[in-house]
């Protein structure tokens, strides 16, 4: 079957480092992504690992390990506007991806 | 990226009835898919719209709750058939520009059945 499993709450500091860990098991691989989606807003994409290693993009770096079938996304200096729900996708072949639940973030001051 | 619309934006209906959800965009695409994401879940795939064809629907879904069309390049509808309560979610359509590439989506449509 396919799965992807992802902590469902996190809360950070203002300013401070938040990993956001996904794990996933899929009958196929071409990539993983990495979705941001503020409340009531449609998903808009932040990342995509198709190979393994670090990606860093800004304030935020995605990591992926497919052996491991892991992946983290790592946000610094984080900042209020940040709070939403953050979401791993793996694109299993042809045009399908598949969602996990998300992480909702939370940013403290 | 692409533009895409969605109407409408929101609505309210009653049980039983149907309601058919547009997606433009302001680019040809071949391949569109439909989401619903209901409260407080993730996004879960309906249907992959193909120009020309017939769309393919996933496990659990099928075309005579949720028909499709696709008349071109540029637009799709979703109908949400005979609506229960369970139905009650926000429907999304978004676009690939190939294998493996991002999803764009649009603002999505936040229906609730009465």
């Known amino acids: 079957g396919q799965n992807i499993d992802q902590p469902t709450e996190m809360t950070a500091t203002e300013g401070a480092i938040v990993q956001i860990n996904c794990t996933y098991q899929t009958s196929g691989f071409n990539g993983l992504f990495w979705y941001q989606q503020h409340a009531g807003e449609a998903p808009t994409f932040l990342s995509y690992n198709v190979l393994d290693g670090l990606e860093e993009k800004g304030r935020f770096s995605s990591f992926l390990s497919r052996s491991k079938g892991y992946s983290y996304l790592l946000l610094k200096e984080l900042q209020m506007k940040d709070s939403a729900s953050y979401l791993c996708a793996v694109s299993t072949g042809g045009f399908k991806t598949i969602f996990g639940a998300g992480t909702r973030l939370f940013v403290k001051a | ?114």
């Open chain 2, 1 to 114: 990226s692409a533009v895409i619309s969605q109407k409408p934006s929101r609505d309210i209906c009653q049980r039983g009835t149907s309601l058919t959800i547009q997606c433009q965009v302001d680019s040809q695409v071949t391949m569109m898919f439909w989401y619903r994401q209901q409260p407080g879940q993730s996004l879960t795939l309906i249907a992959t719209a193909n120009q020309g064809s017939e769309a393919t629907y996933e496990s659990g879904f099928v075309i005579d709750k949720f028909p499709i069309s696709r008349p071109n390049l540029t637009f799709s509808t979703l109908t949400v058939s005979n609506m229960s309560p369970e139905d009650s979610s926000i429907y999304l359509c978004s676009l690939s520009p190939g294998t493996g590439n991002e999803q764009f989506f649009g603002p999505g449509t936040r229906l609730t059945v009465l």
